[in-house]
């Protein structure tokens, strides 16, 4: 896809949504670092379920590490692999209290040293708490990337370079949540809603779905 296809469609992603963001529902870095912890394998809406009642009785490192593994569980049950990322969860908390003072580290080095915390999720830390240009590559860019003409690849972090090499840099702040969303809502897995696309003459896909 040339230059000029790709500046057009984000261009346009950015007139509809000037502002993109999360889904997950969070009130500071922390919060956010543990809903992407919880996310991996689930659904946002999930997650916000779960975490609307966590975060009213502890949304700090210090307070959840008081819950104790077995009550923190009783508050993630109802999202996929949860014991596993109970145990992650309260291993941060401490690595958080003893390193960095309670607070996320800005850092990806530092991130990825977190427990349950791999490139995707450092990425959405450092994008929507930091301000960073990053793009965390999930199952909705990595299908949307690659459908539409942007990228080709066999894994995330393929995907994640070409498309950090070819999105003009006034875009890359927000073509993580476009491209999240759009995949999410539009561009879906079994059938595209193709139709109702606002980039749908920009894009490569073939054959498009029809009304």
């Known amino acids: 896809m040339n230059a000029k ?10 007139r509809a949504n000037p502002h993109p963001s999360t889904e997950l529902i969070y009130h500071s870095p922390f919060e956010l670092l543990i ?12 997650v916000n379920k779960a975490t609307q009642v966590l975060f009213k009785v502890a949304n700090t490192p210090e307070q959840i590490l008081a819950l104790g593994e077995k009550k923190l569980k009783k508050y993630i049950k109802t999202i ?14 401490n690595l958080l209290i003893d390193r960095y003072h309670s607070n996320v580290p800005h850092t990806r080095e530092a991130l990825e040293a977190l427990a349950g915390v791999g490139r995707k999720t450092a990425n959405v830390i ?12 999930d199952t909705h860019i ?8 942007l990228a080709k690849g066999t894994t995330p972090e393929q995907i994640e370079k070409q498309l950090m090499a070819v999105i003009p840099k006034e875009f890359l702040q927000g073509a993580h949540h476009w491209l999240i969303l759009h995949g999410r809502y539009t ?14 003459d920009l894009c490569q896909y073939n054959p498009k779905t029809l009304p």
Do not use: M, W, Y
């Open 126 to 137: 450092l994008n929507t708490c930091f301000g960073e240009p990053t793009i965390a590559v």
């Open 142 to 149: 990595f299908r949307v990337a690659q459908r539409i003409g």
């Open 187 to 200: 561009c879906t897995a079994r059938k595209p809603h193709c139709p109702d696309c606002l980039i749908n």
């Open 5 to 14: 296809k790709i500046h057009d469609i984000f261009a346009r992603f950015q």
């Open 35 to 46: 809903a992407v912890i919880l996310s991996a394998r689930t659904t946002d809406i999930s």
């Open 80 to 93: 996929g692999l949860f014991n596993t990322k109970a145990k992650n969860i309260l291993t941060t908390c």
